[in-house]
């Protein structure tokens, strides 16, 4: 009897909830959590915050042109050997005629590359010039450059 008893409490719950009437469920819709800021930290007091803004694009027409002053020491060479050295400790790459590559320089100095070139071309009797956008030493000779006539 007491299989029997339990059957009919199962089927009476059962026929209960069946029958009887549902009542409409309200439905209810919350808007997302949004923030403006990213929470506070919580492992330190004070922290690095960036304000938001554009990123400014690159100019070069207001970068400043670093010149290291540098040690140049070559008391008996060559202008071959001397433009090679300027070039390669800059980290570019150079050009001259092979007919004036054997004149004689010496050069003892300190100061911007620039100076040294100057120096360098001075000594050579040849004009010389760095192409920052090429990396290159450009090394022409004097005798080759345009003049005027009737100036020396």
Known sequence: MNVRMRILVLLACV????????????????QPAYRTS????????????????????????????????????LPNSTLEEAI???????????????????????IRMEGTVEEVLAEIARQGKVQADFDHKQRLVRVVDGRMLPRLPGIR
Not at 96 to 101: C, D, E, G
Request: with cysteine; proline share 13%.
């Open 84 to 106: 090679e050295a300027l070039a390669q400790t800059m980290g570019y790459r150079w050009h001259y005629p092979q007919r004036i590559a054997k004149r004689r320089i010496q």
């Open 15 to 30: 026929f209960c909830v069946a029958c009887s009437a549902q009542e409409p469920v309200a439905v209810e819709y919350y």
């Open 38 to 73: 990213p929470p506070e930290p919580v492992y330190s007091r004070v922290m690095w915050g960036h304000l938001p803004k554009p990123i400014k694009p690159r100019s070069e027409t207001n970068a400043p042109l670093l010149l290291p002053v540098i040690s140049f020491e």
